[in-house]
């Protein structure tokens, strides 16, 4: 099940809030939310949920044990490894088990037979918030939380179980023990997850139809400027995607109660890779930063071969293939260019050509994150160079003049303007004293993205998550 749909968005959500909403104190609403969550789950993945209780159930156990040891080090940390090699080794075998026989196969004299079994939904994200849980525990960095139900509702919390944000358990450990939904937080929450949904159905989708209709179906035959195009709506739809899926999960949880972190923050304004980074899916840059990083050394020993290693597993993580790990890397060189000296000059030049310098690396790397193989690379870089191909055709110019206001318009949706246009609007006197006009506009414009969203779910098939199978 994915927000998007209209079994979630009529069925499933409305349900669980009308539950929840009349069950009494905080553990008993916990409870209904453990349950809810774990349905949602068990929607599309009525297998694997076994799988995410018993990570649950084994990082709970070892929770309790290095509490229970704290004061013998050896015992606390054969916990915690015991723990981190259990966990990422189930990750290491639903994930990348194929990965790894697949180039293994390519050896003389090695025919070993590739597993067959689907990727269980959101094994990246809930696996790596249980580690950040053991972790922080280990160090001391946060409490014991030792109901066993309490901590699987950290685990499998519906509304970033999927896709994120990752959600570390100290941010929210005070919010599950005790929590208050006020209407203010309430409200806002609609408007934070239809913002999101709007991003997601009317931008996204839309998005990835025009991706379809160019890379996506037609790479041998594209001119170079239907290669743009795609790959330039490729960068609007991930972005779209995501955030949308990020803004969704944060209004949710704003539904229910918690304050989730922010996940992006307008990445493509970034005025570098290193901005870029700190924009870009936020929760995971600083969980390798935190957790594999600063552990390897950071900045102070060997600083480039801890960059290598973390984008390498960066890549690694956004999928199990070689594509994703070039990804990563194609990111490391840029990065540690820009600290050994390019970051020095692009601070000295004008805003402008910083930030075209970052939106084109970055579209560039978008080529490696899309397609899977180095023959469509390679033939993608050359279209987008121009070798080769017809620079611009029919085909080309009936698709900008079809799709150049909406790509328009989204571009101007991945900057702070609208955003910037509100922080002004909320200095009048109406917004801040609610007045009946203000709220009766808003509310019409929430109903108005909910009728459009669903109209655009009614009418179409069309309706992926990029992040879904992470």
């Not at 023990?177 to 931008?203: N, P, Q, W």
């Not at 970034?270 to 390897?296: E, G, K, N, Q, V």
Request: glycine content about 6%.
């Amino acid at each position: 099940m994915v927000f998007s749909s209209l079994v979630f968005l009529y069925g499933f959500l409305p349900l669980c809030l009308l539950v929840y909403l009349l069950s009494g104190n905080t553990k008993t609403r916990n409870r209904v939310l453990l349950v809810f969550s774990l349905a949602f789950y068990a929607w599309g993945e009525p297998v694997w949920v076994v799988l995410m209780i018993l990570t649950g159930l084994l990082v709970y156990l070892a929770g309790l044990g290095i509490e229970k040891y704290r004061d013998n080090k050896f015992k606390s940390r054969l916990f915690l490894v015991i723990t981190l090699i259990a966990s990422l080794s189930s990750l290491a075998l639903f994930k990348y088990s194929g990965f790894v026989i697949s180039n293994l196969n390519l050896l003389p004299f090695i025919d070993l037979r590739v597993p067959k079994f689907s990727l269980p939904i959101g094994i990246s994200f809930y696996t790596f918030q249980a580690l950040t849980y053991a972790i922080d525990l280990y160090r001391g960095k946060t409490k014991i939380q030792r109901s066993y139900f309490d901590f699987m509702l950290y685990i499998s919390l519906f509304p970033q179980l999927i896709a994120g944000p990752i959600v570390r358990y100290d941010d929210i450990a005070d919010q599950i023990k005790d929590r208050k939904i006020t209407l203010e937080d309430f409200s806002r929450g609609i408007a934070r997850f239809l913002t999101g949904l709007a991003k997601k159905v009317l931008i996204a989708n839309h998005a990835g139809e025009i991706v379809s209709q160019t890379i996506g179906s037609r790479l041998p035959a594209l001119s170079s400027s239907e290669a743009w195009i795609g790959i330039i709506a490729f960068s609007l739809q991930i972005y779209f995607d995501f955030s949308g899926y990020s803004d969704m999960a944060i209004g949710l949880g704003s539904m229910f109660g918690f304050r989730f972190k922010e996940n992006f923050n307008y990445p493509y304004i970034a005025s570098s890779i290193t901005d870029f980074w700190r924009r870009w899916h936020i929760s995971l840059s600083t969980f390798f930063r935190d957790y594999l990083y600063i552990p390897l050394g950071g900045n102070k020993h060997h600083q480039i071969r801890n960059m290598f290693i973390v984008w390498a597993l960066t890549g690694l993580w956004h999928g199990a293939s070689w594509n994703f790990v070039f990804w990563g890397l194609y990111f490391f060189i840029f990065l540690t260019v820009e600290k050994l000296f390019l970051g020095k000059i692009l601070a000295k030049l004008p805003a402008v050509v910083s930030h075209i310098y970052a939106l084109l690396i970055v579209v560039f790397g978008w080529v490696f994150f899309y397609f899977s193989t180095l023959g469509e690379i390679r033939l993608m870089l050359t279209k987008m160079f121009f070798a080769g191909s017809t620079a611009f055709d029919i085909r080309a110019q009936i698709l900008l003049q079809n799709e150049f206001v909406f790509l328009l318009i989204a571009m101007i949706l991945t900057t702070p303007l609208l955003k910037n246009l509100g922080a002004r609007l909320s200095k009048l006197h109406a917004v801040k004293t609610y007045h009946p006009a203000y709220t009766i506009i808003v509310i019409i414009v929430n109903i108005g993205i909910l009728f459009f969203a669903t109209a655009a779910l009614a009418g179409s098939s069309f309706n992926p998550f990029l992040y879904f199978r992470f």
